[in-house]
């Protein structure tokens, strides 16, 4: 069991910048290694399907970015904290969606973009872009 807690969602205006957190867990013993998983955040807006937003391995050699965000958005990682960002960059109305941060316990090396590829998920946090 892992607990993936998401932080740094809100509102902010169009062409803004926000950033968000994820720190993860392991109830009741001693805080959960993400260093040997890839990890990831997806989003989703009000009728839409989730979609990868970026993706990470590991130790942070290897990212995805999803066409919509690539050149705006950088995800990274700090290992030693159990923790992973998200820095968004020239905000647009079309970001807006709650965000998820997600771990795929079975890939360390390699990043996969696909939903149902990651088996833990946090519960996500509202972003909303207004104009």
């Known amino acids: 069991q892992v607990l993936l807690v998401e932080s740094g969602g809100g509102l902010v205006q169009a062409g803004g910048s926000l950033r968000l957190s994820c720190a993860a867990s392991r109830p009741a013993v001693s805080p959960y290694t993400i260093s040997n998983n890839a990890m990831g955040w997806f989003r989703q807006a009000p009728g839409k399907e989730r979609e990868l937003v970026a993706a990470?391995?590991?130790?942070?050699?290897?990212?995805l970015y999803g066409d919509s965000v690539k050149g705006r958005f950088i995800i990274s990682r700090d290992n030693a904290k159990n923790t992973m960002d998200l820095k968004k960059d020239s905000l647009k109305q079309e970001d807006t969606a709650v965000y998820y941060c997600?771990?795929?316990?079975?890939?360390?090396?390699?990043?996969?973009?696909?939903?149902?590829?990651?088996?833990?998920w946090g519960q996500g946090t509202q972003v909303t872009v207004y104009s």
């Open positions: 997600a771990l795929d316990s079975s890939t360390s090396h390699f990043v996969r973009a696909g939903v149902p590829e990651y088996d833990y």
């Open positions: 990470i391995n590991w130790n942070g050699a290897r990212s």
